[in-house]
């Protein structure tokens, strides 16, 4: 194979849709006001303002030393719905050689075309808290421990 094109072409859609091949669990229409997406493994995706995709998706990640994605266990503890707005509780703990961290996360859909992430986390080995420290400077220039970030579409 020449270039990258090829190669991709040569891969199952499961993993150019979702980076592996490890099974996926459905996904949930949610609404807030007029933003439509989809909630699937602790993401929202394909964030949409009528037939205008205007975000592709919105995530958190935790990663090594190497920038390698470290994948989440997640345990969904609440998702409440309503016609135009949604919360969704949860908790997701990232585990590897070096990481061993847990967080939980708030996400809000509200009816006034607003979302918001809130992120509460706590590193489990102390071993690996400069780590994270250093991650979050590169990627967030947030405290670790605590995010909240909105996003609001105007009328």
Not at 105 to 114: E, F, Q, V
Not at 122 to 151: G, Q, Y
């Amino acid at each position: 194979m020449n270039n990258i094109r090829e190669f991709a072409g040569t891969l199952p859609a499961e993993i150019m849709q979702y980076g592996s091949s490890s099974n996926h669990p459905g996904s949930m229409k949610m609404r807030a006001g007029k933003l439509t997406m989809l909630f699937s493994e602790g993401s929202l995706r394909y964030i949409s303002f009528g037939n205008i995709e205007i975000i592709r998706m919105i995530y958190a990640a935790v990663r090594d030393r190497n920038w390698l994605t470290v994948k989440p266990v997640i345990k969904v503890k609440n998702i409440d719905t309503a016609e135009n707005s949604f919360l969704i509780d949860l908790n997701c703990t990232y585990q590897s050689d070096e990481i061993n961290f847990s967080s939980d996360y708030l996400i809000k859909g509200g009816a006034d075309n607003t979302i918001s992430f809130e992120m509460q986390g706590v590193v489990l080995e102390k071993s690996v808290r400069n780590l994270l420290r250093k991650v979050k400077a590169v990627s967030l220039n947030t405290p670790m421990a605590h995010m909240n970030r909105r996003i609001s579409l105007q009328k």
